[in-house]
């Protein structure tokens, strides 16, 4: 697609049990970005994909959290054991490192809300 | 770690000019972002600015950056209902992680 593109938009789950979000960078793009945002909060950084470099893991916030990526194409980001402190949109962004500037391109994020 | 400030909210008259500050810490950065999120959508750049520039201008939008004091401003000429939104600043220096602040609510009243 010409976009990013994540799934599912919504997912509602109970207290202690595990989700599985997916994001589609736009094709050709290197780096993939993980993203939390609280309501009423900024972006909070979780975890960043280059390529096949070893990703940068340091915004995680716990161990119940991973993500995977292959190549270049798509990401997950699973949660284990969720809390209802997880509840968040998760925004996940490309970028192809082409050139200064870098830009990042988001998609419309999946709204996670844990019961 | 570095820090980018925004205001929360901002309320603006339709066809006012509005403006939104931002500023930051990192003294390394090298571009900074406007981004605008409207609800239930991801982020969408509007525009950035090389840290070597004081102004960039498109269109109704004009961004004013003060290095020294790290001060950057988002001026949207000729406010429309369809500028409300929350206006997202960031920043982009030795890290290839930007850093975001808070976001700004833009809301556009008759």
């Known amino acids: 697609g010409a976009g990013v593109s994540q799934s599912p938009s919504n997912k509602v789950t109970e207290k202690g049990k595990d989700v599985e979000l997916r994001c589609d960078p736009i094709s050709g793009h290197t780096a993939l970005y993980w993203y939390r945002q609280r309501l009423g909060q900024g972006l909070e950084f979780l975890i960043y994909?280059?390529?096949?470099?070893?990703?940068?893991k340091s915004g995680l916030p716990s161990d119940r959290f991973s993500a995977e990526r292959t190549g270049e194409s798509v990401s997950t980001l699973t949660i284990q054991r969720t809390q209802q402190e997880d509840s968040a949109v998760y925004l996940c962004?490309?970028?192809?490192?082409?050139?200064?500037?870098?830009?990042?391109?988001f998609g419309p994020g999946t709204r996670l809300t844990v019961l | 770690g570095e820090d980018v400030e925004q205001s929360l909210f901002l309320s603006v008259r339709e066809g006012d000019s509005s403006v939104i500050n931002c500023t930051y810490t990192?003294?390394?950065?090298?571009?900074l972002y406007w981004y605008k999120q409207e609800p239930g959508a991801g982020l969408q750049l509007l525009t950035y600015?090389?840290?070597?520039?004081d102004m960039k201008q498109d269109q109704r939008l004009t961004v004013l950056l003060n290095k020294k004091d790290k001060h950057l401003s988002l001026r949207i000429a000729d406010t429309q209902t369809g500028d409300s939104a929350i206006y997202f600043c960031a920043e982009k220096g030795g890290s290839y992680i930007p850093t975001f602040g808070r976001g700004t609510s833009l809301i556009v009243h008759p």
């Open positions: 962004a490309s970028s192809s490192q082409a050139g200064g500037t870098d830009t990042q391109y």
């Open positions: 994909f280059q390529g096949n470099s070893a990703p940068d």
């Open positions: 600015i090389f840290s070597n520039m």
């Open positions: 990192d003294s390394s950065s090298t571009y």
